[in-house]
Nanobody, 127 residues
Framework: QVHLVESGGGSVQAGGSLRLSCAEV????????LGWFRQAPGKEREFVAT????????RYAALAKGRFTISRDPAKNTMYLQMNSLKPEDTAVYSC????????????????????WGQGTQVTVSS
C-alpha cells in the first residue's frame, strides 16, 4: 500500500519556482510530523523543512529560509513545498516523509526519525 505520493518535480532555470506536493494516500498521518528532505547525487539526504499534521510547528533548514515555504491543506490531506528563487545547487530528489515528532513536539531534522517515505520526485535547476 502507498501512503505518501510526491508530485510537482521537474526542470527549471535558476531563479524559477516549483511547487511540490505530497499526498497522503490510503492512510492519514494524524498526530505525525511531516517533512521534506532532499538528496543530491553522491550526497547524504538532507533536511529541508517540516510541518506538523495540523499545519503548525514549522521548521526550515537554513538552505530553505526565505526561499521555500512548507504548508499543508488538511482538507486535501496534502503537504506542499513552494520553492522560489531556485538555484542549481537545489538539484536533487525531493522526498516527503512522516514520523512522530521529537521531544520538542516538532518534526526532527534527522531523516532516521521518519518511518514513512514517498518515492521522491526529481528537481533539476539549470544555470
Amino acid at each position: 500500500q502507498v501512503h505518501l505520493v510526491e508530485s510537482g518535480g521537474g526542470s527549471v532555470q535558476a531563479g524559477g519556482s516549483l511547487r511540490l506536493s505530497c499526498a497522503e494516500v490510503g492512510r492519514f498521518f494524524s498526530g505525525f510530523a511531516l517533512g521534506w528532505f532532499r538528496q543530491a547525487p553522491g550526497k547524504e539526504r538532507e533536511f529541508v523543512a517540516t510541518i506538523f499534521w495540523d499545519g503548525g510547528r514549522i521548521r526550515y533548514a537554513a538552505l530553505a529560509k526565505g526561499r521555500f515555504t512548507i504548508s499543508r491543506d488538511p482538507a486535501k490531506n496534502t503537504m506542499y513545498l513552494q520553492m522560489n528563487s531556485l538555484k542549481p545547487e537545489d538539484t536533487a530528489v525531493y522526498s516527503c516523509a512522516a514520523g512522530l515528532p521529537d521531544y520538542t513536539g516538532y518534526g526532527s531534522y534527522d531523516p532516521r526519525q521518519y518511518e514513512h517515505w514517498g518515492q521522491g520526485t526529481q528537481v533539476t535547476v539549470s544555470s
